[in-house]
Nanobody, 127 residues
Framework: EVQLQASGGGLVQAGGSLRLSCAAS????????IAWFRQAPGKEREGVAC????????YYSNSVKGRVIISSDNAKNMVSLQMSMTNPEDTAVYYC????????????????????WGKGTLVTVSS
């Protein structure tokens, strides 16, 4: 059974840092890309970061570029999203997804289809 478990959400003050993790199991981790999406109340889902375990490509949305770092640990089957210089606009439920169609992030975007989804983790940034 494929499982993606996002964790690390919580309350953080604006300007603070947070580290989200996505733990994967039940499939060949190294053959997939992992992406982070977020959805704030009343807004469309936004793809914020992507990392490919096959070609190493990485994508960041303009809204988070320069403030987040995505990394993959193949030994732990885990992808992390380190967030810094947070602001209230980062408040959202964050989800991770895995894909392989192909698994590159070169053409990644908010509407990119995922093969698997995990449950979200809520991030709240207070002003």
């Amino acid at each position: 059974e494929v499982q993606l478990q996002a964790s690390g959400g919580g309350l953080v003050q604006a300007g603070g840092s947070l580290r989200l993790s996505c733990a994967a199991s039940g499939y060949i981790f190294a053959d997939y890309g992992i992406a982070w999406f977020r959805q704030a109340p009343g807004k469309e889902r936004e793809g914020v970061a992507c990392i490919s375990n096959t070609d190493g490509s990485i994508y960041y949305s303009n809204s988070v570029k320069g403030r987040v770092i995505i990394s993959s640990d193949n030994a732990k089957n885990m992808v992390s999203l380190q967030m810094s210089m947070t602001n209230p606009e980062d408040t959202a439920v964050y989800y991770c997804g895995a894909f392989t169609h192909p698994s590159s992030c070169v053409h990644f975007g908010s509407r990119y289809g995922m093969d698997y989804w995990g449950k979200g983790t809520l991030v709240t940034v207070s002003s």
